[in-house]
């Protein structure tokens, strides 16, 4: 079985995207369109791995649509869950948390975010 039958296939980013349930096609294409916009910036290190989307197909589940990225941006993992109603707000949902989330790895080592100097006892200016 390809990689076209079974709902995975690859953005630009080197992250597949994979879809199990009653997904169609229109849902996953605005899912990878939301997924590349939310990694493919300019200066984020190498992004790659996997977003798996799923819809339950019981109608009892409440929300039926679940979303659960396992990416690695440079070589910090992102991980992120979400569950929505519909197949626009997951995918939403992902961009929001996903664009966060790599936001934070991106500079989780810039000392020019820091806006104070320690206080005297922990090491600062002495006044």
Not at 6 to 26: F, K, L, P, Q, S
Not at 65 to 76: L, N
Request: charge should be neutral; glycine fraction near 8%.
């Amino acid at each position: 079985m390809t990689a076209e039958h079974n709902g995975a296939r690859e953005t630009t980013a080197a992250v597949r995207v994979r879809a199990g349930g009653e997904v169609d096609e229109e849902s996953l294409a605005y899912l990878r369109e939301k997924v590349a916009a939310a990694l493919e910036r300019p200066g984020l290190p190498p992004v790659s791995g996997e977003v798996r989307v799923q819809r339950a197909s019981a109608h009892h589940v409440e929300p039926p649509w679940s979303g659960r990225s396992d990416i690695r941006v440079g070589t910090e993992p992102v991980v992120v869950q979400v569950h929505e109603a519909s197949a626009r707000e997951l995918a939403d949902g992902l961009h929001d948390r996903l664009r966060s989330a790599t936001e934070r790895v991106a500079h989780r080592g810039d000392t020019t975010r820091r806006t104070a100097a320690p206080p005297p006892w922990r090491g600062g200016p002495q006044k």
